[in-house]
């Protein structure tokens, strides 16, 4: 079974900083894109970052010079490091990334199970 493993989370001060981590355990053909979401009480889930198998990296305008997403391809892992945090950065982090099982088959979304930061005010 594939899954997607999330860790790093917790509480940090303001202007502190915080290093997530996601790694896809199980078998699995191909990783395209990879990233961060955020998603807060009430809101919908928010595009943080991604990052693809190339590593062309996109960002939200809110986390533009903060944050920086990274890959590890030869660990099936994706990095968020969050420098700068501010408490409306406080959130539930979720992972994904583009899963193709084998060569012929789509690739499907997967998700972590969440990772809650909160940055103290």
């Known amino acids: 079974q594939v899954e997607l493993v999330e860790s790093g989370g917790g509480q940090v001060q303001n202007g502190g900083s915080k290093r997530l981590s996601c790694r896809v355990s199980?078998?699995?053909?191909?990783?395209?894109?990879m990233g961060w979401y955020r998603q807060t009480p009430g809101n919908q889930r928010e595009l943080v970052a991604t990052?693809?198998?190339?590593?062309?990296?996109n960002y939200a305008d809110f986390v533009k010079g903060r944050f920086r997403i990274s890959r590890d391809n030869a660990k099936n892992t994706v990095y968020l490091q969050m420098n700068s945090l501010k408490p409306e950065d406080t959130a539930v982090y979720y992972c994904?990334?583009?899963?193709?099982?084998?060569?012929?088959?789509?690739?499907?979304?997967?998700w972590g199970q969440g990772t809650l930061v909160t940055v103290d005010s």
């Open positions: 994904f990334g583009e899963l193709q099982a084998g060569p012929l088959e789509d690739a499907l979304d997967a």
């Open positions: 990052i693809t198998s190339g590593m062309i990296r």
């Open positions: 199980g078998s699995i053909f191909a990783i395209n894109d």
